[in-house]
């Protein structure tokens, strides 16, 4: 490993709790998405700017070594928690406390100076308690998506113990790192937390890796030169809602406006329909869509940024998002989004002008607000494209971690210094 991966002896260093995703992970596979993507870029991002960071994680694998650099002054570092295997979501919880003891080890060998404490999901949150307290440090949680809100819609596949789990944090005094004003809102309402104690803090896109390109050999490639293509990218689950974009596909071909559909992602483990890509694609043969219709799987980013570019549109028809980074992926690529008018997803589109806005859960409005974007006339499509990618400059990573500095006890003034280091 590098020495730049090291952080030696009295260099700030940030601890980031990661117990059930790793941000080295196949984006799209089971638990690893969105979080797993605001971790490894605000790592990368504060690494530009000289502060260190180590990111624990479950170790998955028995190959998987103690420490992997994840980039210039970034490492991700597996500590054994129960079994060196993949675990399903629900056998999680009771590996925490592994976890929380293998942390502690590690931390006491390594004689790191921390200076401050990150927790992700709620899984990590005991631990970044413990923490916290044992190291005197500022303690940060982020909860990405909370149990509260997710009750109200029906899903509550980790039963009681996260909605504990996440008050606790709350009563705990952790600094709450909300990633929009609707979940700093339910914190407050649904949890009891004090105003004071949330801090907004958008996440951004890679504007480098998502910028527009000319999809042109790619669509060759998959035998798309002609077609109009929606795109689904995200975990196949319930939550996300890929069976309503499927019935809403499904009406737009009774209609006569012939598309592709494609779907990136693999289902989690999150719920009983863990079988729900099976499912859906048994339901596609029955609706008699199977050359309409692809099951990409899981895809790295710089073929993800290619498909974005590729897709007439995307289509994100989630029952909650706390963020919704696809869609803001897509529109840095400039592609139109429809998207649920649910948490995050409505400050990241702007309805009308850089996709759709869908209210309730009616498949027709998909299909209506999908439409809409495939039969827009080509000066109307250009626009649209403009005003996604307008839209997404407005997210960035530099301005997350200007946010996230002065939580960690670290002066913005940093920057400058760690640009030059």
């Known amino acids: 490993m590098s020495s730049s991966s090291h952080p030696a002896h009295g260099e700030d260093t940030v601890a980031f709790l990661s117990l059930h995703a790793s941000p080295l992970a196949r984006l799209g596979k089971r638990e690893n998405g969105g979080l797993s993507v605001y971790v490894r870029a605000v790592c990368e991002e504060l690494g530009a700017r000289g502060v260190y960071t180590d990111v624990f994680v479950r170790r998955s694998d028995p190959d998987q070594p103690t420490e992997q650099a994840m980039g210039p002054r970034s490492r991700v570092i597996a500590v054994d928690a129960g079994p060196r295997r993949p675990l399903p979501k629900h056998q999680l919880p009771a590996t925490r406390q592994g976890y929380l003891q293998g942390v502690r080890a590690f931390i006491r060998r390594a004689q790191r100076r921390y200076v401050a404490v990150h927790s992700h999901y709620w899984l990590s949150a005991e631990a970044g308690s ?68 949330c801090v907004v803090v958008p996440p951004g896109v890679d504007l480098v890796q998502f910028q527009p390109r000319d999809p042109l050999r790619l669509r060759a490639r998959m035998g798309l030169e002609l077609e109009k293509v929606v795109l689904f990218a995200g975990r196949l689950e319930p939550l996300k809602g890929p069976d309503t974009l499927l019935d809403a596909f499904a009406l737009l071909h009774q209609q006569g406006l012939h598309a592709r559909l494609l779907f990136v992602g693999e289902a989690s483990s999150e719920g009983a329909r863990v079988g729900q890509r099976q499912e859906m694609q048994a339901r596609v043969e029955a609706l008699g869509l199977t050359d309409r219709v692809s099951f990409l799987g899981a895809q790295p980013q710089d073929r993800l940024a290619l498909l974005y570019c590729l897709a007439d549109v995307v ?66 499509v250009r626009e649209m494209r403009q005003a996604a990618w307008r839209r997404a400059q407005r997210f960035s990573w530099e301005r997350t971690v200007d946010i996230l500095l002065p939580e960690y006890g670290l002066a913005p003034a940093l920057a400058a210094a760690g640009q030059q280091a």
């Not at 909300?178 to 700093?184: D, G, H, P, S, V």
């Not at 289509?315 to 008018?341: D, I, K, N, R, W």
């Open 315 to 380: 289509v994100m028809p989630s029952h909650t998002e706390s963020f919704g980074l696809v869609a803001l992926e897509a529109q840095a690529c400039g592609t139109p989004v429809v998207a649920a008018a649910v948490g995050g997803l409505r400050d990241i589109v702007s309805d009308r002008h850089s996709g759709y806005l869908v209210a309730g859960r009616d498949p027709a409005d998909y299909a209506a607000a999908i439409r809409s974007v495939l039969t827009a006339p080509a000066e109307e």
């Open 130 to 197: 413990a923490l916290a307290s044992d190291l005197d440090l500022p303690w940060l949680h982020t909860a990405h998506t909370l149990a509260a809100v997710k009750a109200e819609l029906g899903f509550d596949g980790d039963g009681p113990e996260r909605l504990v789990a996440e008050r606790r944090a709350v009563t705990a005094g952790a600094r709450l790192v909300a990633n929009t004003r609707a979940e700093a809102q339910a914190l407050v309402c649904k949890y009891g937390a004090p105003q004071g104690q």
